[in-house]
């Protein structure tokens, strides 16, 4: 009986143990299971994810593709207006080649024209008797000629004459007459350092600038005293011409450049003097310009590079 009952409980304690152990491979299936669908699920919100995207980059690229074509048809638009600019560079450039070639023949023809203005008024200053003492307005006569056809000139004028300061002021006073101007009292002043100097220019073109600004001084001069004063200052020879005459304002110190430009209509001369005398010594290398500082009249600086 008790062996029955010993078989009995051994038996139990089996089916417990069996028990156990199916409960155990039950949990572990189940643990097993949770783990396979949690991966499950991950790999299914990757692949949403990734689905996601696709979907992303093919509305990108649809866009891409619009903004392609939309890029093609400006590209095409730009191309288009790029040969219209070309047509019409082309055709600026054609004309402003016609523009520089008759601009040049009609410089060459004004050269020439100029040529036998300057030859024929010299040859009138070289016949006059400067004693005389109608030469000097006859002299002057003959450079407002030769002024006209100095509007607008450009060219440099060769300068191939090594000459002395006092040599350009003793023709020009000659020239101009100013030496015999009764209005005003003349005088001419050099500084020592200027007594020697010698510039490198044109001596004819160079006396009909100094020439303008005599006879303008004495044009608005009508009493009181013209001085020409021959200076240094640095690396330039300065004519220097003041008179006690009406003066100008600092407001027209350029505008009396002008051609043509008068200020007083009462005045003679047809406003060509002091454009010509600038224009002259700007292609000498130099300059003539107002001394807006002066006071009591007006002073003008005719200066040429030593």
């Known amino acids: 009986m008790i062996w029955i009952v010993v078989i009995l409980i051994i038996a139990l304690l089996a089916i417990c143990v069996v028990l156990q152990m199916k409960v155990k491979h039950i ?9 396979l669908l949690d991966d499950y699920q991950k790999r299914v919100n990757e692949m949403e994810k990734l689905l996601k995207d696709y979907r992303s980059l093919e509305q990108n690229f649809d866009n891409v593709g619009q903004g392609y074509e939309e890029a093609l048809m400006a590209f095409d638009k730009m191309e288009e207006e790029k040969q219209k600019v070309l047509k019409v560079k082309e055709a600026l450039e054609k004309q402003s080649s016609e523009i520089m070639a008759a601009k040049q023949q009609l410089e060459q023809t004004i050269l020439k024209k100029k040529g036998m203005i300057e030859k024929y008024a010299d040859g009138i200053k070289q016949q006059l008797d400067y004693t005389h003492p109608n030469a000097g ?36 006073i000659q020239e101009s007459g100013i030496d ?16 020697a100097t010698m510039v490198f220019t044109n001596t004819k073109q160079a006396v009909r600038a100094l020439v303008a600004l005599l006879d303008n001084a004495m044009k608005f001069t009508a009493q009181g005293d013209i001085l020409l004063l021959i200076n240094i200052d640095g690396s330039n020879l300065e004519f220097c011409v003041e008179d006690t005459g009406t003066g100008v304002l600092s407001d027209y110190a350029e505008k009396i450049f002008e051609p043509y430009v008068k200020l007083n209509d009462f ?14 010594a700007r292609r000498l290398g130099g300059d003539v310009r107002l001394d807006t500082d002066y006071r009591g009249g007006s002073r003008f600086v005719f200066s040429l590079p030593i």
């Open 137 to 172: 307005n006859i002299a002057l006569l003959a450079n407002g000629i030769i002024n006209v056809a100095e509007v607008g000139m450009e060219q440099p004028i060769e300068c191939d004459d090594n000459v002395m300061a006092q040599d350009i002021a003793a023709l020009a």
């Open 27 to 35: 949990r572990e299936q189940e643990v097993e299971s949770k783990q």
């Open 180 to 195: 015999k101007f009764q209005k005003a009292e003349f005088k001419c002043q050099m500084v020592e350092e200027a007594q």
């Open 267 to 280: 005045f003679e001369g047809n406003g060509l003097g002091l454009t010509a005398a600038r224009s002259i």
